[in-house]
């Protein structure tokens, strides 16, 4: 992603870019802030979502990583992965946050528990 107010001074950046093979977009500065800026919450949320999913299966007996794996399949989704780096910093928040029931939305289970389980 190269975001330059100069055409000229973005193809030159890219072209040092060639060697890496990797896709490259040249766009204004504002709009490569927001790619930029979307990317890294979609992650977030992407990671989130996974910790949760993984809580939810953890109380259902399921293995979240077939899971995982199984969502994958889907085109429509793709890979599904916690990236260990983040996922771990997540985790240690949630952890900590569990001390603080105030910052935290319902557990997991009460949602299960209307699906109908009762446990």
Not at 7 to 15: G, I, P, S
Not at 33 to 48: G, H, P, Q, R
Not at 69 to 87: E, K, L
Request: charge should be positive; glycine fraction near 8%.
């Amino acid at each position: 992603m190269i975001g330059s107010l100069h055409r000229e001074a973005a193809e030159k950046v890219a072209h040092l870019h060639l060697p890496l093979r990797a896709p490259i977009v040249i766009t204004d500065l504002r709009t490569a802030e927001m790619i930029k800026y979307a990317s890294n919450a979609f992650l977030a949320t992407k990671i989130s979502f996974m910790n949760e999913l993984a809580d939810l299966c953890e109380l259902a007996g399921a293995d979240i990583k077939e899971v995982a794996a199984g969502m994958g399949y889907d085109a429509r989704i793709g890979i599904t992965s916690w990236m260990p780096a983040w996922a771990g910093a997540v985790r240690a928040f949630r952890r900590m946050s569990k001390r603080w029931p105030s910052w935290r939305m319902k557990r997991p289970g009460a949602a299960y528990t209307q699906l109908g389980d009762g446990r």
